[in-house]
């Protein structure tokens, strides 16, 4: 069973937006820091975006730090990647992951599929 579940990408112009929605199917990620990674073709995976569970200062790669910005709905059980002025080395399958701390990047429950997102004119 997929307990993580990716949405939003798609292919976008250089200078768009994108918003990723990463949800829960079967737990509260309120439990959890959520990160946001990324994996292009030939690439490792990249931790670019993490919230923690209490309500910090998310942190960023420097990659998309001013043009992503990570965020929780708790009602709806949803954390948020806002993407903005995108660029095509964005183009990536992107994955959330739920950790203990936002200083770890080995996820506490499997990976979901992703989504993908393409930049190109």
């Known amino acids: 069973q997929v307990q993580l579940v990716e949405s939003g990408g798609g292919l976008v112009q250089p200078g768009g937006s994108l918003r990723l929605s990463c949800a829960g199917s079967?737990?509260?990620?309120?439990?959890?820091?959520i990160g946001w990674f990324r994996q292009a073709p030939g690439e490792a995976r990249e931790k670019i975006a993490c919230?923690?569970?209490?309500?910090?200062?998310?942190t960023y790669s420097a990659s998309v730090e001013g043009r992503f910005a990570i965020s929780r709905d708790k009602v709806a059980n949803t954390v948020y990647l806002q993407m903005n002025d995108l660029k095509p080395e964005d183009t990536a399958r992107y994955y959330c992951?739920?950790?203990?701390?936002?200083?770890?990047?080995?996820?506490?429950?499997?990976w979901g599929l992703g989504t993908q997102v393409t930049v190109s004119p």
């Open positions: 992951a739920t950790l203990i701390v936002c200083r770890e990047l080995a996820p506490v429950r499997p």
């Open positions: 919230v923690e569970r209490v309500d910090t200062t998310p």
């Open positions: 079967v737990f509260s990620l309120s439990s959890y820091a």
